[in-house]
């Protein structure tokens, strides 16, 4: 018994040692507190967005020098005088210009189609139940960890059966199909974040499935049919291998990253004009970001919550 009651005195003492214990003062939240750490943060920013945009600055005034000014200037970004003859030179004499015209050819198709057939395939995954469906889910899932290279050989020789190798079609069939799987878990994903009460609406009006999906879903929908586009454009501008698989009998049908490095490899000191089109086949992508960039957070946002 005095053992117990000398531990309970012991514990009772500790805890008034630590209630008399002077609280160290910790230095009040004040408005110069948080401009101080925000003008840091925003510092830090600006230097980190600065090296991350010099690359593209340092190709951008490349395309404007000449040649002697491009071994003499070293790292200097703007050119004494603009040379704007170079776009010109490049689009005429490098085939850039035909480049160019293949890659929008193959990257507008490529999007129409992959939104159009992903969009379908998402909402029905999303909304009608059927047998095993889980399974198609996780078969969708498990295509996403194929790596391309390994399926280059069966895809080149459907190609090549169906009479489409050496044509501009190869490359869009092979980039739809490629963009299948994961745009459509990314619909299915949104169109379960969406209400029923529109489409149960619209049924009892005498919509049909397809009426209700065209007429009522698609449009609501639009978010995520940007993010999709976005990111579809950008994978089928930049896309190299599969245009270089699919076109290597035909050098007229290369498109711009094809060309690009075809060009550098057969005009290794012409870097005024590499870097001519390369700032060409970037101003699509820059201008399609700007303009669908408000659209690709919410999209994303609706697919991963559902």
Same mark, same amino acid.
């Given at each position: ?169 190869? =490359?869009? +069939? &092979?980039?739809?199909? /490629?963009?299948?799987?994961?745009? @459509? $878990?990314?619909?299915?994903? #949104? ?50 291998? =599969?245009? +270089? &698989?699919?076109?290597? /009998?035909?050098?007229?049908?290369? @498109? $711009?990253?094809?060309?690009? #490095? ?45």
């Amino acid at each position: 018994m005095s053992t117990l009651l000398t531990r309970q005195q012991g514990k009772q003492a500790e805890t008034n040692f630590a209630r008399q214990r002077p609280k160290k003062s910790r230095r009040p939240l004040t408005w110069s507190t948080l401009r101080e750490a925000n003008l840091v943060t925003h510092a830090i920013l600006l230097v980190g967005g600065f090296f991350w945009v010099y690359p593209f600055l340092w190709a951008l005034g490349t395309s404007l020098k000449s040649v002697q000014e491009f071994t003499s200037s070293g790292l200097s970004l703007w050119p004494q005088q603009p040379q704007w003859a170079n776009y010109l030179n490049a689009w005429n004499d490098a085939s850039f210009g035909q480049y160019f015209v293949n890659t929008v050819f193959t990257t507008i198709f490529t999007v129409v189609f992959v939104v159009m057939f992903t969009s379908m395939a998402g909402y029905v995954l999303a909304r009608v139940r059927f047998v095993g469906k889980k399974i198609i889910f996780g078969i969708i899932a498990l295509t996403l960890f194929l790596p391309h290279g390994y399926t280059i050989v069966p895809i080149f020789d459907i190609v090549q059966r169906l009479g489409l190798l050496d044509t501009l079609w190869s =490359i869009i +069939l &092979v980039q739809v199909a /490629g963009g299948m799987v994961f745009n @459509t $878990l990314l619909f299915s994903g #949104y169109f379960t974040t969406i209400g029923k009460d529109m489409e149960e609406a619209a049924r009892i009006d005498g919509a049909s499935f397809h009426q209700i999906f065209w007429r009522v879903m698609f449009p609501l929908a639009a978010p995520m049919m940007a993010t999709v586009a976005l990111m579809t454009f950008i994978a089928a501008w930049n896309s190299y291998f =599969i245009p +270089l &698989v699919f076109t290597l /009998g035909n050098p007229e049908l290369r @498109t $711009l990253p094809v060309g690009l #490095y075809t060009f550098s490899a057969e005009h290794a000191t012409s870097w005024t004009l590499l870097c001519a089109g390369s700032v060409m086949s970037l101003l699509p992508i820059i201008i399609i970001f700007v303009f669908l960039q408000r659209y690709f957070i919410q999209a994303v946002a609706g697919a991963i919550k559902g």
